[in-house]
């Protein structure tokens, strides 16, 4: 099993990476949300892995925390309908705090809206998931933990700006872009005030 893989990133796409080791270029599907946290062309990278196997393919998925790619194993692994490309999409268009939150609280709406995922799908999500996300199947990041790790503040404060943004009208999806480009912007250090302000400009 090939759990984590580092190299030179050779080139990057928002879905997918190549990330080049002794000579040999990896292709490497990713999130949006992994993308966004890439460095830059010719910089070390590593990302967290999980190789699916297929008759006719092997295929490379990466992620920038063990938790996501833990989070997109669970997915594809426990809730009918959902295969690597739609666990992709609806980790390219909402952060994992956010998408923690939603099942836990079961709020299908939000989660229906990623594309290509009906309201059906998005309540076999809270059904499967509900009990194993922030449990101990799958427990959660720290804001400490995941900025240690990615150089992005993405636990506490991240979830608490993204309620503040939608305390003042912003969709709950928007809200969570917004504060993931500020997080990008500030550093990992930025406060939820700062990420708050940054979101807002």
């Known amino acids: 099993m090939i759990t984590s ?43 967290h892995t999980l190789v699916i196997y297929r008759e006719d393919a092997q295929t490379l998925y990466g992620f920038a925390t063990p938790e996501e790619r833990d989070f997109f194993r669970l997915m594809i692994e426990h809730v009918t309908g959902i295969g690597p490309k739609s666990a992709l999409t609806i980790m ?11 099942i836990r609280a079961g709020d299908v709406g939000l989660l229906a809206k990623c594309p290509g995922i009906g309201k059906k799908t998005a309540e076999r999500l809270v059904v499967e998931l509900k009990g194993k996300v922030g449990g101990g199947d799958l427990p959660l990041p720290g804001a400490a933990d995941v900025a240690e790790a990615t150089d992005v503040p993405t636990g ?14 912003y969709k709950a999806a928007d809200a969570d872009v917004a504060v993931r480009r500020a997080a ?18």
């Open 5 to 47: 893989i580092q190299g030179t990133l050779a080139g990057a796409t928002p879905l997918q990476a190549v990330v080049e080791i002794n000579g040999l270029g990896y292709e490497v599907n990713i999130p949006v949300t992994t993308a966004e946290k890439l460095p830059a062309t010719g910089a070390i990278v590593k990302l």
């Open 92 to 102: 390219s268009k909402l952060s994992l705090s956010v998408l923690g939150n939603a």
């Open 156 to 169: 506490g404060r991240h979830r608490d700006a993204v309620l503040a943004l939608t305390a003042l009208g």
């Open 184 to 201: 990008l912007a500030l550093g990992p250090q930025a406060s939820t005030e700062a990420l708050i302000k940054k979101a807002l400009n």
